[in-house]
């Protein structure tokens, strides 16, 4: 399965700013099925994105995904407040398997 | 509103059996698969395994084949994580996830189960 790989390893913004944050895959993700997740402290993942660009319910319009074959973004236009955490991509591959990256922290500057 | 609720926090000795479940509502259980990830302390996210309550099909990451055993008890809409012998470095949390219908993805989490596996 595809190895993933996020980049940068922390990203340190202000409120207000615009977060690009990257994931690339080894090798080519199917049907671009890459989804990203937002985790903060003591809570359980929550999902952003799906099939690399579709908003998960819920989720605000700042927000957005974009990308195919093996790179993929996902970009937070204007940061709040609530949106410092720590962000994962994860692909869908053949026969069930997933893999998730090893994760972007967004700090405050 | 579909939730998934998730056995209490464990503290074991290592060689001892652990059965954690993970019990979903508000949906109809036996038609989504149901994943099992493992975060280990301060690190990232795992994924382990998951199965389909429907017919119990289970799908294992290379990585965990072996190691642990997924099951399922749709009668109670129930899906269970275990493990035979702890170690040590099972110590983490373990989280229980939906499957999205379009199958790449995991849109709900339960809240998660903390192992700690300490002599």
């Known amino acids: 399965e595809a190895v993933l790989t996020q980049s940068p390893g922390t990203l340190s913004l202000s409120p207000g700013e615009r977060a690009t944050l990257s994931c690339r895959a080894s090798?080519?993700?199917?049907?671009?099925?890459l989804a990203w997740y937002q985790q903060k402290p003591g809570q359980a993942p929550r999902l952003l994105i799906s099939g690399a660009s579709s908003r998960a319910t819920g989720i605000p319009d700042r927000f957005s995904g974009s990308g195919s074959g093996t790179d993929f973004t996902l970009t937070i236009s204007r940061l709040e407040p609530e949106d410092f955490a720590v962000y994962y991509c994860?692909?869908?591959?053949?026969?069930?398997?997933?893999?998730f990256g090893q994760g972007t922290k967004l700090e405050i500057k | 509103e579909v939730q998934l609720v998730q056995s209490e926090a464990e503290v074991k000795d290592p060689g001892d059996s652990l059965k954690i479940s993970c019990k979903g509502s508000g949906y109809r259980f036996t038609t989504y698969w149901v994943g099992w990830v493992r975060q280990m302390p301060g690190k990232g996210l795992e994924w382990m395994g998951l199965?389909?309550?429907?017919?119990?099909?289970?799908r294992y990451s290379p990585s965990f084949q072996g190691q642990i055993t997924i099951s399922v008890d749709k009668s109670i809409s129930t899906a269970f994580l275990q493990w035979s012998s702890l170690k040590a470095s099972d110590t983490a949390i373990y989280y229980c996830a939906r499957v999205h219908p379009n199958g790449d993805s995991f849109d709900n989490w339960g809240q998660g189960t903390l192992v700690t596996v300490s002599s």
């Open positions: 090798q080519t993700v199917t049907n671009s099925y």
């Open positions: 994860q692909q869908y591959g053949s026969s069930r398997q997933y893999t």
């Open positions: 199965i389909y309550p429907g017919d119990s099909e289970t």
